[in-house]
């Protein structure tokens, strides 16, 4: 009986050694969009994923957003993203916006 729960003690350790941290998880996820995992990696994520439901959540969240810029890119699309033909003046104000403002304003 000792020797089965230091068994199952030993595998449990080998388990988490192989389990990523969630920031890993984050990145594994984000790198499984553009390219197929190596096996202990994949092993490893999915691993984390039946654990941490944050990080399933969050890979859910990634794939809608990679399935999904491709089709705001699309000139077909119903809002597409502003382009080249961007008036001159909404450029301005667009600029004008994301400019950030002085910490310290200039004295008199």
Do not use: F
């Not at 050694?17 to 990145?27: D, G, V």
């Not at 957003?65 to 961007?86: F, I, M, S, V």
């Amino acid at each position: 009986m000792r020797r089965l729960l230091k068994m199952l003690r030993n595998t449990g350790r080998g388990l988490a050694a192989l389990s990523p941290n969630c920031r890993e998880a984050s990145r594994l996820q984000s790198e499984a969009l553009d390219h197929p995992l190596a096996p202990a990696p994949k092993l490893g994520l999915r691993l984390h994923l039946l654990l941490c439901r944050t990080c399933l959540r969050y890979g859910r969240q990634l794939r809608l957003l990679h399935e999904a810029a491709p089709r705001c890119a699309d000139p077909a699309h119903p809002y597409p993203l502003p382009g080249p033909d961007l008036s001159p003046a909404a450029r301005e104000r667009l600029q004008k916006a994301l400019r950030p403002e002085p910490k310290n304003p200039p004295g008199p």
